[in-house]
């Protein structure tokens, strides 16, 4: 019992110290080479890997704007023979900068692209943005920002409690609240939350609507997943949080059999799931 009191503030310091980047979003969609036309096409992503595992019945597609060794990337899963998933309602949106969302929008639209909202500030703020679907359903913000490293720099989550969610991923993850704007006028509040400033890396965007607790999550919208150099730690640290705030750990730490990666997996306290990656077993497959 000492021993445990004497462990546990040196514990909850480590995902601070720990070497954490957002590394890709998994969703399933329901015909990859029409969803790597699209997001080559109409957001001049990469197509960066494909794999095919037919003994589970599925394949998987990787794009980004840049190297996974560096890059936050999509990674699309196609589940043989399901052509269309249910997104749910607290899924928000991946984004997208760019130097010039109404030329963005313009050429998506000539490429038979469907625009959702039209380019311009964003209701009750200035930034110009613009939302587009892809052929799944799937919402990307395009928000006009100068270059930048990342152009892949949000992926947006609805959630019940925002101080709670916050809270969250601060103690499991290790991440900073970037940025907090409450919008009164459209009753919403956002926290942008990630390892590093806004502008050059992936953010989590959390969104509270005022008084809505619940979201449907569907069977689209798989995780984020999140690097780290300490998978059997970095559980232990979930694990105590998720005792405090609510969420568990669904894939106790250990290797993928067969890949070897070392991995684990948890839910945040709405259900969100978040897996964390070794560093060094990811950049090996990614060598393969
Ligand atoms: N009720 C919104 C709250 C979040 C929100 O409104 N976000 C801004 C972007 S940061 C937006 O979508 N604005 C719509 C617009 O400006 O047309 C939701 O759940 O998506």
């Given amino acids: 019992m000492a021993e445990a009191v004497s462990v546990t503030p040196e514990l909850l310091e480590w995902p601070k110290k720990d070497r954490r980047r957002f590394l890709h979003a998994v969703y399933r969609v329901g015909d990859l080479d029409r969803t790597i036309k699209f ?11 494909k794999r095919d595992i037919p003994e589970e ?11 996974e060794e560096s890059n ?15 997104i749910g309602t607290g899924f928000g949106h991946f984004a997208i900068s760019t130097q ?5 929008v313009e050429d998506i639209r000539a490429k038979g692209g469907s625009i959702t909202r039209e380019p311009g ?8 943005i613009a939302f587009v679907k892809d052929p799944d359903g799937y919402v990307f913000e395009l928000i006009q920002r100068g270059p930048s ?8 989550l609805r959630v019940g409690d925002l101080d709670r969610s916050i809270k969250f991923y601060e103690k499991a993850l290790g991440m900073r609240l970037l940025r907090k704007i409450d919008n009164p006028q459209y009753k919403y509040t956002l926290a942008m939350m990630g390892y590093a400033d806004e502008y050059e890396t992936t953010v989590l965007e959390l969104t509270y609507n005022y008084g809505v607790t619940e979201y449907t999550k569907g069977n689209a919208y798989a995780q984020v997943a999140i690097s780290t150099d300490d998978v059997y730690k970095s559980a232990e640290v979930v694990n105590l949080v998720t005792q405090e705030l609510g969420g568990k750990i669904t894939r106790q730490p250990g290797p993928i059999p067969g890949i070897n990666t070392k991995i684990t997996s948890f839910l945040d306290p709405d259900g969100w799931k978040t897996v964390l990656v070794d560093n060094e077993d990811f950049l090996k497959e990614l060598e393969k």
């Fill in 39 to 49: 997001y080559t096409e109409c957001f001049g992503m990469k197509l960066l890997r």
């Fill in 57 to 67: 019945k599925y394949s998987n597609a990787f794009l980004g704007f840049g190297p």
């Fill in 72 to 86: 936050f990337v999509v990674e699309l899963t196609y589940n043989y023979g399901v052509t269309s998933y249910d």
């Fill in 100 to 104: 010039d969302v109404y030329k963005l």
């Fill in 121 to 128: 500030p964003v209701k009750g703020g200035t930034s110009v």
């Fill in 149 to 156: 490293p990342e152009p892949l720099c949000q992926v947006m």
